[in-house]
């Protein structure tokens, strides 16, 4: 049965369940799962995961990701982004240096509040369903960290394209809203691509007309997700049968760190710890 990575290019308009849905029918596999919801509007970067790597996806979810995003200045929407319905029209006569001077506001740790639209469940209930209701409801503003803002272009008069490099959780619709109320025209996202997500970037994604083509070909194994992790070796079958069996492994001597496991015909095990000369294993990925 396929296991592994696979980086695919999101078409417009598919929502990150769409894709995964399409792959189980190429890839004949039903476990498969992504690493970091797009909006159905948004394209690029989305790791997929294949069968055993499936294991995987919690740590891709946590990882940093980066953005290139369109922000509309003049237009505030219901969704924050131009797919919504209108609310306030304003002039703009806002310049690419007066955006400039105010993208250090927004850089580093803040709080965002979650827009209405998304998935997010307060009572049970999520977000977007409340407010296709027409019902609006407080949300608690949420720690996110944007670690680079950069305007890299200005479209037109209005259009500028950001590129965001940010913490899990972070709504580029909302940074694009906020940034427009800072301005006092309001602003709204009107394009969104993302270029990398736990380490995998845009130039290694691929599309689905792609897969279709060439299948279990593609997939990257699943260690490539572990790539700034150094790689162990275990030193004899002995150490290679505890792991197996979930039990800590001595090794006097290895520095304290998050290692990529790997049996004597290295073949990728798990991730584990080390402290104190003890590895013990974060997660395995080795078949039952």
């Known amino acids: 049965m396929p296991n592994g990575i696979l980086i695919i290019d999101k078409p417009a308009?598919?929502?990150?369940?769409?894709?995964?849905?399409?792959?189980?029918?190429?890839l004949g596999e039903r476990r498969i799962g992504h690493g970091g919801t797009l909006d159905p509007m948004a394209t690029g970067v989305l790791p997929v995961f294949v069968g055993q790597a499936t294991r995987a996806v919690e740590f891709a979810e946590n990882g940093e990701k980066e953005y290139?995003?369109?922000?509309?200045?003049?237009?505030?929407?219901?969704?924050?982004?131009?797919?919504?319905?209108?609310?306030?029209?304003?002039?703009?006569?806002?310049?690419?240096e007066d955006l400039e001077?105010?993208?250090?506001?927004?850089?580093?740790p803040q709080e965002q509040i979650p827009?209405?639209?998304?998935?997010?469940?307060?009572?049970?209930?999520?977000?977007?369903?409340?407010?296709?209701?027409?019902?609006?409801?407080?949300?608690?503003?949420?720690?996110?960290?944007?670690?680079?803002?950069?305007?890299?272009?200005?479209?037109?008069?209005?259009?500028?394209?950001?590129?965001?490099?940010?913490?899990k959780g972070t709504y580029i619709r909302?940074?694009?809203?906020?940034?427009?109320?800072a301005l006092g025209c309001g602003g709204a996202m009107y394009s969104l691509r993302r270029t990398m997500a736990a380490g995998f970037t845009e130039s290694q994604a691929m599309t689905l007309e792609e897969v279709q083509r060439q299948g279990e070909r593609l997939l990257l194994p699943a260690d490539s997700?572990?790539?700034?992790?150094?790689?162990?070796?275990?030193?004899s079958d002995k150490a290679e049968k505890r792991v197996r069996c979930g039990n800590p492994?001595?090794?006097p001597g290895v520095?304290?760190?998050?290692?990529?496991?790997?049996?004597r015909d290295r073949t990728f095990l798990c991730l584990s710890r080390a402290a104190g000369g003890t590895l013990t294993s974060i997660k395995n990925f080795f078949g039952a």
């Open 13 to 26: 308009g598919w929502t990150s369940m769409d894709v995964c849905a399409k792959l189980r029918g190429i």
């Open 68 to 96: 290139v995003a369109g922000l509309r200045l003049g237009q505030v929407t219901d969704t924050q982004d131009i797919t919504g319905r209108v609310l306030e029209e304003h002039p703009v006569t806002v310049s690419r």
């Open 101 to 108: 001077a105010l993208l250090p506001r927004f850089t580093g």
């Open 115 to 167: 827009p209405m639209y998304s998935a997010i469940k307060i009572q049970g209930q999520k977000l977007y369903e409340l407010a296709r209701k027409g019902r609006e409801v407080a949300r608690k503003p949420r720690p996110v960290t944007i670690f680079r803002l950069e305007l890299l272009e200005q479209a037109s008069e209005t259009d500028f394209l950001l590129r965001c490099r940010c913490s």
């Open 174 to 181: 909302t940074l694009c809203h906020d940034i427009g109320a």
């Open 225 to 235: 997700l572990f790539s700034d992790a150094p790689v162990l070796l275990l030193p």
């Open 249 to 251: 492994v001595t090794m």
């Open 255 to 263: 520095p304290d760190g998050v290692y990529r496991i790997y049996g």
